[in-house]
């Protein structure tokens, strides 16, 4: 059951209802298949225990080789399985550092506080795990309909973008740092495979989405050095110092050369 209040759960779940409409179009489809493609180089060698997914999309999970999988939804409603998270994605029932891996397909976009979510991700996350953003690419071929004077007020055009330069910040903030950037859905036609990927050899950042992988950021130690001791710098020569007491022993039996000094 959700604990958001009754007004953010229903406009939530109004802003969930059309992204699945979106992600069941043609256009959406083949965006999704794109996304899939770049995606699966990234996450496919990663191993792990737990894994947690943000999508309103099909699943992107079972391209990562996890044990266990959840997917997030935001009423019971479009819970798909009994595994589902049913909850507020500013504060998720979960442990601190139990997951391996936790994906955000373009839900930055959809939530009221992105942030929130971004910083629960990174509480839930192992030191060693991954953290993966899929979202909107402000300069990419999109970007005419998304910031033109004619611009168009359907989903997902009608969303507020971040760009990766703002999400390296936020990240930063979490203290998350970004490992790789991808670029990719240069083209939403079914049959524009080849330039899509000879665009993707290059990264070029004009695709319609990019795709972040971050971690944690891993603090450089700093070796600490022994204080200065003279003692341990100097060391006595037990050779030396039975030579020099012997030799004390020898000035003191032996006769003094000075008559003054002898004793009477």
């Known amino acids: 059951m959700s604990n958001l209040p009754s007004a953010q759960t229903l406009q939530l779940a109004e802003r969930y209802e059309r992204a699945q409409n979106f992600w069941g179009k043609r256009p959406g489809r083949a965006l999704w298949r794109f996304e899939r493609a770049c995606l699966g180089p990234v996450i496919e060698p990663l191993i792990g225990m737990h894994a947690l997914e943000f999508s309103a999309a099909e699943p992107l999970l079972p391209l990562a080789q996890m044990r266990h999988s959840m997917r997030w939804a935001a009423v019971r409603g479009h819970a798909e399985s009994s595994s589902t998270l ?50 909107w690419q402000p300069l990419g071929v999109g970007a005419l309909r998304y910031m033109g004077p004619k611009r168009n007020k359907s989903f997902p055009f009608d969303q507020k973008w971040r760009s990766v330069h703002r999400l390296k910040d936020w990240l930063a903030f979490v203290d998350f740092e970004i490992e790789r950037v991808d670029y990719c859905a240069f083209s939403l036609s079914p ?25 944690r950021k891993r603090l450089r130690m700093i070796p600490l050095k022994p204080r200065f001791v003279p003692r341990l710098m100097i060391r006595p020569n037990p050779i030396g110092l039975n030579a020099c007491r012997q030799r004390r022993e020898n000035v003191r039996h032996q006769p003094s050369e000075h008559p003054s000094l002898v004793e009477e």
């Open 191 to 215: 049959h524009g495979g080849g330039w899509e990927s000879l665009l993707r050899r290059y990264n070029l950042p004009f695709g319609h989405s990019f795709v972040i992988l971050a971690r």
């Open 86 to 135: 049913v909850c507020d994605p500013s504060s998720l029932p979960l442990e601190d550092e139990c997951l391996d891996l936790v994906i955000i397909h373009h839900l930055l976009e959809v939530v009221p506080e992105p942030h929130h979510l971004l910083r629960e991700a990174a509480r839930v996350m192992l030191d060693h795990g991954k953290l993966v953003i899929i979202g």
